[in-house]
């Protein structure tokens, strides 16, 4: 079991940025693979980033390549969202989520564990 809480969301200007911070319980930490998901109202949960237990290898959408870094610290048992040059169709709610190893998926059914999620907010 895993247990998963993000923080770091909130209200931010477009063109500013977040880090969210997704804080794991568990000893095995270290051999999950991470991802990151946002929903946005009326909107499906999509896949943001993820990374592997090493942290060697991360995978993105399309879309927010080169805006959006996915990291993680084993040691502190926290993976992080790092959210540059935010548009406020960024807006959503974003989870964080973990799966077995080793491949990173965007499937969001392929994933075991979520947080409660956290509000990012993008004013125009």
């Known amino acids: 079991q895993v247990q998963l809480v993000e923080s770091g969301g909130g209200l931010v200007q477009a063109g500013g940025s977040l880090r969210l911070s997704c804080a794991a319980s568990?000893?095995?930490?270290?051999?999950?693979?991470m991802g990151w998901f946002r929903q946005a109202p009326g909107k499906e949960r999509e896949f943001v980033g993820g990374?592997?237990?090493?942290?060697?290898?991360?995978v993105y959408a399309d879309s927010l390549k080169g805006r959006f870094t996915v990291s993680r610290e084993n040691g502190k048992n926290t993976v992080y969202l790092q959210m540059n040059s935010l548009k406020p169709e960024d807006t959503a709610v974003y989870y964080c989520?973990?799966?077995?190893?080793?491949?990173?998926?965007?499937?969001?059914?392929?994933?075991?564990?979520w947080g409660q999620g956290t509000q990012v907010t993008v004013s125009s």
């Open positions: 568990g000893r095995t930490f270290g051999t999950y693979v």
């Open positions: 990374i592997t237990y090493t942290g060697s290898s991360t």
């Open positions: 989520s973990s799966k077995r190893p080793t491949r990173i998926a965007t499937d969001p059914n392929e994933y075991d564990f």
